[in-house]
Each structure stands twice: as C-alpha cells, then as structure tokens.
C-alpha cells in the first residue's frame, strides 16, 4: 500500500476524527496556534489549486473539503473561545493579529472585521452561490440534450463507444460537481453568519468573565478581551475568504484552452494588445490633467504601454515563426519526382469535367452553388441506400464544347451532357410551344429543351412542364451515374469504415464474422454485388449477420449474397412497392420448372443453360408485361423461386436491367402483392 493509499484510507478520517475532537476537548495554546497557522495554509493551497485546475470537475473533491474547512475553522473558533474565556489568553497568532496587525486599536479591528464579513457574505459568498445554483440548473437542464448527442454520435459512428462512456462519465462527472457546489455555498456563507456570532459571544462573554470572574476593571476587560476578540475573528476570517474567492473562482471557470486560470487570462489579454496599449494612452492623458496627481498616473501609463509593446512583440515573433514553418511545410514537389507523377496519373473514382463556361457554376464568390450541392447529392445517396459515394474532383477541360460536361467513374466516361450558360430546362410534354434547343434528359431520356432563362415564368404558366436550373440538371445527372456505379466506386476502405461503425454498436457480429472466416475482400464482393443488383445496403449489421450465418455452412459468393439479399428482403421488396402494393410478373409453374432443370453452378455461381429461344421467349414475355405495366404508371418486378433468382438475375440484367428479379424468400409480409401477368412457356396471360 502506498503513500496516498494509506492517506486516503487512515489519514483523511482521522483529520475528520481530530476536528470534532477539538470540539469538546481543549488544546494546549502551542498546538493551536500551529493549527491556526495549518488553516490559513490550507486556505492558500485551495486557492492556488483552483486557479491551475484546467476545468472545475478536475478539483471534483472541492465541495467535500469546503465542508471539512469550513468545520475545522470553527472547530478552531470553539477552541480559540474556550481559551479567552478560561484563561484571558489563546496563543501567539490570535494575540499578534489583534496587536499587530490592527495596531492595538479596538475601533479599526472591529471595523476592518466587519469589512471582511460584509466583502465575503454580500460580495464573493452571495455571487459564487448564485453563480452555483444557475450552473447546477443549466447543467441539469442541458444533460438529456448531451446524451441524446451523444447516442447519435455512437450510432452515426462518428465516435466509438468507449468514447462514448467517457463523454457520458464526463457530463455525470460534471452535473454531479455543480449540483454539489450548489450546496455546498452555502457551507461559506453559513461560516460567515457563524464569524460574526461568535465574535459577539466573545466581546460580551469576556467582558463577563474578566468583570466578574477575574475582578478587572471594565476598561482593561474591554480593551483584553476585545482586542483577543478581533484576533480570532481576523485568523477565522482570512481563510474563510480566500476559500470564499476560491469557490467564487472554480464556479466561474469557463474552460477556453486546456490551460489554467493565468494562461488563459495571460493568452486572452495577450489576443488584444491594442486594447492595452489605447488603455495606456489614456491614463497617460490623465496624468497630464491639471489636478490630478501626475506621478501615478505617468507611471501606469506608461508600465501599460510597455507591456502593450511587449505583447505586440511576442505576436509578431510567433506569426513569423509560424510563417517560417508553413514555407518549411510547403516545400514544392520536383515536378518530374516521383510523387508528383504518381499524383498526376491517379485515378479518380468519381470525376466532373466541365467545359470553361461552365466554371461559373463551381464559383461561390460568384453565386455558383454547384459543390454545396454535389455535397447535398452525396449525403443524399448515403442515407438512401447507404452509398459512401467518394469526393467527387471537379475540374475544367479546354477540350470540351461550350457548355458541356463529362462524368467519369473510375477514369471511364460514364456520363456526358450540356449545360448551356443562360438557359433553364424544361421537361414535359408541353415544350414544344416554347423556344430553345432540343435535348434529351440524360436521367429518364425524357425530350426536354433548354430554354432561355427568362422564360421560366412562362413555362412554369404551361401545365405538366418541370423547369430546372443547370446545377440542378448536372447534379441529377450526377447522382444517377453514381447510383448505378455504386459498385465501382465502393472501395475495401469504406467497407472497413463500414465495420468499423459496425463494431461501435454491434462488437459481437464483427468478431463473429471474423471466427468464421469472412474477410473484408469476402464482405466486399458481397456488397458490390448487392449494389450491382439496386438493393440498399444501409443495414450493415444484418448484411454482416447473415453472411456470416452462411459462410458458416459454405463460403460461397453466391449463396453469400442470397443470404445477404433474404435478410434485407423487407427493404427490398418495399423499394419496390408503391402504397404497400408489390406488383410482380410470375412464371407459370410449369415453366419454371423447366428453367429451373436448365440451371447448371459452374464455379460456384448459377447459370441458366437453355435453348436461345427459350431465353428469348422468356425476356420478350416479360418485356412485354413489364412495359404494359409500366405505361399504367407501375414497374413490376419478376417473382420466382429462390433457387432461380440468380440465374434469372444474370439474364435480366444484361437482356432487360430495368427489372428487378426478387425471390418469393424476399417478399415482405408489410407489402401485398398484385399480379400483372404470368409468362407461360407458350403464350403469356395477362392477370
């Protein structure tokens, strides 16, 4: 056991012990003048601690010692009494602060005593515990808020959780240390209510005692036991202030920096050295005055202008050296290093290029609000089908017509359109009665025009006419091509960013991923391809869950992927419908069991091994329902057995990628499902 542990566990309660003691038990007058002298100490120590204390809960034990001061001071109080009153005497201290320190005069002892009450009960007493109660109030008050913040943080994966159980010991810590500093004011101010009582007691009880017990004169017992009186109200006193400025100081503390009380004050004035220095002009103004005193004045004048300059000085070096530092930082690459070729020849995941005219649009200064909404266009995407889609780089391209723009994924040209400056486009079946160039949107390959930008009222006046500005088109266009590549642009970093966030919340489905093998390359492949397929992947810890589920029994791809795909089923299938109604096209049973006898695993993925005509029958009868449907204003999906989806999803992505393929495992029991048609092996029939 060490020193502090022994401390804590032995010494502590008996200090406690020792002061109720002292209480009742009378002290020889050499011990308590040590004890006096050990208060006024202790008195300075909390002060100075709570002026270096870099926030108000790290002296978290200070309202417990203001209680243990507070008592041990008028335990001292009782014992000092006890002593002039038994023996007309009580030590040295309280004998040389009523002689010395007042001068032996009765009047301005009691006079500077009453100060010192009215300076700590009405000044610092009365503000530190007002000061207290608004803290314990506001700290109460904004707990809740915190946590909320908190548990968002943890869930957003922004912090982790042992972050998050120190960030919540924290606002504990802190709302604990205000509400106990709210009572314990009240400690300080009830000592100084004691102060002032026990100072009368004396005066009245010792002329008393040396009246009518010791026969003395009233005149020597007033000016004895007066004067023994202030003593022990000035050594009370004393502490008792500077622990009433101590608790003034540590409820006041506002934190800025994770420095103490002096470098905050020495850095803060140090930030404004011209208010110093006008200061110093000022009373050099004041000095100069006809009646007023010219020496004092001058000389702060002129002390606050040096340290003014002083402070100037010691900016200006720290500015130059920091300048010194950024062109040591910013030392430029050779051009033909290594480095800066590798920079210049990288690839992009996601890329703008737009033509010079177009810059405009980029330009904040000038209005231009295309970046602010790329960043909208990209939180959009992550929380709609939890896409981290990548920075995209935006940079301008001499090599492009006036107004045009090209988005490449991954340094491929997977987008390309116009955006003429001055014009607005219009889309809807009404735009042939309006000016302009005639175009196709590049989303929905709808006919739209661009159109001059002040006809926007006019065409707005047209029904079924939709008029967006050219931010507006490009980011549309934008999120389209990186919502059908999302795949492309996942990288294994953001999956591990995944797992990461994942393990912040739900440990366990990480480390049992890990037990079973599943790599971040594995979960990778596995997520790509859910992408690949259109389905959401914003539930990541139950796309971990059933993959590893899976790759218990066999760790292959594609049964990965079907397990992934049955587990987000609901969210799948409600992707797809519309007012919880799912309308499908369903294969005739026995159809489908034709197909399903032609499905062959090659390599651990499904294929569909038929004759041509009858991949061929299959597609156009299902084309033919879909686009029937879809003129009636709704987009079936293709229903079939889970064994077949696989297969059938590889037909239909490349044959006809606008539908989907869901298995009968990943239909929702929220959704109802509505037949739009059957393909049969011969002929199609139309529910």
Same mark, same amino acid.
């Given at each position: 056991?060490?020193?502090?542990q022994?401390?804590?566990?032995?010494?502590?309660?008996?200090?406690v012990?020792?002061?109720?003691?002292?209480?009742?038990?009378?002290i020889p007058?050499?011990?308590l003048?040590?004890?006096i002298?050990?208060?006024?100490?202790?008195?300075?120590?909390?002060?100075?601690?709570t002026?270096?204390?870099?926030?108000p809960k790290d002296?978290s034990? %200070?309202p417990t010692?203001?209680l243990?001061?507070?008592?041990?001071?008028?335990?001292?109080n009782?014992?000092?009494?006890?002593?002039?009153?038994?023996?007309g005497?009580?030590?040295t201290?309280?004998?040389? %602060?009523?002689?010395?320190?007042v001068?032996?005069?009765i009047v301005?002892?009691?006079v500077v005593?009453?100060?010192?009450?009215v300076?700590?009960?009405?000044?610092v007493?009365a503000?530190?515990?007002r000061?207290s109660?608004?803290?314990? @109030?506001?700290?109460?008050?904004?707990?809740t808020?915190k946590?909320?913040a908190?548990?968002s943080?943890l869930?957003?994966?922004?912090?982790?959780?042992d972050?998050?159980i120190?960030?919540?010991k &924290?606002?504990?810590?802190a709302?604990?240390f205000?509400?106990?500093m709210d009572g314990?004011?009240k400690?300080?101010?009830g000592?100084?209510v004691a102060a002032?009582?026990i100072v009368?007691v004396?005066l009245?009880?010792? %002329?008393a005692v040396?009246v009518?017990e010791?026969?003395?004169?009233?005149?020597?017992?007033?000016?004895?036991?007066?004067?023994?009186?202030?003593?022990d109200?000035? #050594?009370?006193?004393?502490?008792a202030?500077?622990?009433?400025?101590s608790?003034?100081i540590?409820?006041?503390?506002?934190?800025?920096?994770?420095?103490d009380?002096?470098f905050?004050?020495?850095t803060?004035f140090?930030?404004?050295?011209?208010?110093?220095?006008?200061?110093?002009?000022?009373?050099?103004l004041?000095?100069?005055?006809?009646?007023l005193?010219?020496?004092? %004045?001058?000389?702060?004048?002129a002390?606050?202008?040096?340290?003014?300059?002083?402070?100037?000085?010691v900016?200006?070096?720290?500015k130059?050296?920091e300048?010194?530092?950024?062109?040591?930082?910013?030392?430029?690459?050779?051009?033909d290093s290594?480095?800066?070729l590798?920079a210049?020849?990288?690839?992009?995941?996601l890329?703008l290029?737009?033509?010079?005219?177009?810059?405009?649009?980029?330009? &904040?200064t000038r209005g231009g609000?295309?970046?602010?909404r790329?960043r909208?266009?990209r939180r959009k995407?992550?929380?709609?089908?939890?896409?981290?889609?990548?920075?995209?780089?935006?940079?301008?391209?001499v090599q492009?017509?006036?107004?045009?723009y090209?988005?490449r994924?991954?340094?491929?040209?997977?987008?390309r359109?116009v955006?003429p400056?001055?014009?607005?486009?219009?889309i809807?079946?009404?735009?042939?009665?309006?000016?302009?160039?005639a175009?196709?949107?590049?989303?929905f390959?709808?006919?739209?025009?661009?159109?001059?930008a002040d006809?926007?009222?006019?065409?707005l006046?047209?029904?079924?006419?939709?008029?967006?500005?050219?931010?507006?088109a490009i980011?549309?266009h934008l999120?389209?091509?990186a919502?059908?590549?999302?795949g492309?642009?996942?990288?294994?970093?953001?999956?591990?960013t995944?797992l990461?966030?994942c393990k912040?919340?739900?440990?366990v489905? #990480?480390?049992?991923?890990?037990a079973a093998?599943?790599?971040?390359?594995d979960?990778?492949?596995?997520?790509?391809c859910?992408l690949?397929?259109?389905?959401?992947?914003?539930d990541?810890?139950?796309?971990? &869950?059933?993959?590893?589920?899976r790759a218990r029994?066999?760790k292959?791809?594609e049964?990965?992927?079907e397990?992934a795909r049955?587990?987000?089923g609901?969210?799948?299938s409600v992707q797809?419908?519309r007012?919880?109604v799912?309308p499908?096209?369903t294969?005739?049973v026995?159809? &489908?069991r034709?197909?399903?006898?032609?499905t062959?695993?090659?390599g651990?993925?499904?294929?569909?091994?038929?004759?041509?005509s009858?991949?061929?029958?299959?597609?156009?009868?299902a084309?033919?329902?879909?686009?029937q449907?879809s003129?009636?204003g709704?987009?079936?999906?293709?229903?079939?057995?889970g064994?077949?989806?696989?297969a059938l999803?590889?037909?239909f992505?490349?044959a006809?990628? @606008?539908?989907?393929?869901l298995s009968?495992?990943?239909?929702?029991?929220?959704?109802r499902i509505e037949?739009?048609?059957?393909?049969?092996?011969?002929?199609?029939?139309?529910a």
């Amino acid at each position: 056991m060490n020193l502090r542990q022994r401390m804590g566990l032995f010494g502590v309660p008996a200090i406690v012990i020792a002061i109720v003691v002292m209480l009742v038990v009378p002290i020889p007058t050499v011990l308590l003048d040590i004890m006096i002298t050990l208060n006024l100490s202790f008195a300075l120590v909390v002060l100075l601690t709570t002026m270096h204390v870099r926030k108000p809960k790290d002296f978290s034990t %200070f309202p417990t010692l203001l209680l243990v001061a507070t008592l041990f001071r008028l335990a001292l109080n009782v014992s000092v009494t006890r002593m002039v009153l038994l023996h007309g005497y009580a030590g040295t201290v309280v004998n040389a %602060f009523g002689n010395f320190v007042v001068g032996g005069q009765i009047v301005v002892g009691l006079v500077v005593f009453l100060i010192l009450i009215v300076i700590q009960f009405v000044v610092v007493t009365a503000g530190a515990g007002r000061v207290s109660e608004v803290a314990a @109030r506001f700290s109460l008050d904004a707990m809740t808020p915190k946590l909320v913040a908190i548990d968002s943080d943890l869930s957003a994966g922004l912090i982790d959780r042992d972050e998050a159980i120190r960030r919540r010991k &924290e606002i504990d810590n802190a709302s604990d240390f205000y509400g106990s500093m709210d009572g314990a004011s009240k400690f300080v101010r009830g000592d100084a209510v004691a102060a002032l009582v026990i100072v009368l007691v004396n005066l009245i009880g010792g %002329f008393a005692v040396g009246v009518i017990e010791h026969h003395d004169s009233i005149s020597q017992a007033i000016h004895t036991y007066s004067i023994l009186s202030v003593g022990d109200g000035l #050594v009370s006193q004393i502490p008792a202030l500077l622990l009433s400025i101590s608790t003034g100081i540590i409820v006041t503390r506002t934190a800025t920096t994770d420095e103490d009380f002096g470098f905050d004050v020495a850095t803060q004035f140090g930030n404004q050295p011209r208010a110093v220095q006008i200061a110093g002009i000022a009373v050099l103004l004041m000095g100069l005055v006809p009646g007023l005193p010219h020496v004092p %004045f001058l000389i702060v004048g002129a002390l606050l202008l040096l340290f003014a300059g002083r402070i100037i000085k010691v900016a200006s070096t720290h500015k130059e050296k920091e300048r010194v530092e950024r062109e040591h930082a910013e030392v430029p690459v050779e051009p033909d290093s290594p480095h800066a070729l590798a920079a210049e020849i990288k690839v992009e995941p996601l890329q703008l290029e737009i033509a010079p005219n177009l810059a405009p649009l980029v330009d &904040e200064t000038r209005g231009g609000d295309l970046l602010a909404r790329i960043r909208a266009m990209r939180r959009k995407l992550a929380y709609e089908k939890g896409i981290l889609v990548p920075k995209v780089r935006t940079r301008d391209n001499v090599q492009l017509d006036p107004g045009a723009y090209v988005i490449r994924v991954n340094g491929v040209e997977a987008g390309r359109g116009v955006a003429p400056p001055g014009r607005l486009l219009a889309i809807g079946t009404g735009i042939d009665a309006l000016p302009g160039e005639a175009t196709t949107e590049p989303v929905f390959n709808l006919p739209a025009k661009w159109i001059p930008a002040d006809m926007r009222t006019d065409a707005l006046g047209l029904s079924g006419i939709t008029v967006v500005d050219r931010a507006s088109a490009i980011v549309t266009h934008l999120g389209d091509v990186a919502s059908k590549h999302a795949g492309e642009l996942l990288s294994m970093q953001q999956v591990q960013t995944f797992l990461d966030v994942c393990k912040s919340s739900d440990k366990v489905a #990480v480390d049992e991923m890990a037990a079973a093998q599943v790599t971040v390359s594995d979960l990778h492949r596995v997520l790509v391809c859910l992408l690949d397929q259109g389905v959401p992947i914003s539930d990541m810890v139950r796309i971990v &869950e059933a993959v590893t589920e899976r790759a218990r029994d066999a760790k292959v791809h594609e049964g990965m992927v079907e397990a992934a795909r049955r587990a987000l089923g609901p969210a799948i299938s409600v992707q797809h419908a519309r007012d919880g109604v799912l309308p499908v096209v369903t294969i005739d049973v026995g159809f &489908e069991r034709q197909l399903a006898a032609g499905t062959r695993v090659t390599g651990g993925e499904s294929e569909l091994v038929v004759e041509p005509s009858v991949a061929e029958h299959l597609v156009g009868r299902a084309r033919a329902l879909f686009e029937q449907a879809s003129h009636e204003g709704s987009e079936p999906v293709l229903l079939v057995a889970g064994p077949l989806r696989p297969a059938l999803q590889r037909l239909f992505a490349a044959a006809l990628p @606008r539908m989907s393929v869901l298995s009968v495992d990943e239909v929702s029991r929220n959704v109802r499902i509505e037949r739009v048609g059957v393909v049969r092996g011969a002929a199609v029939v139309a529910a």
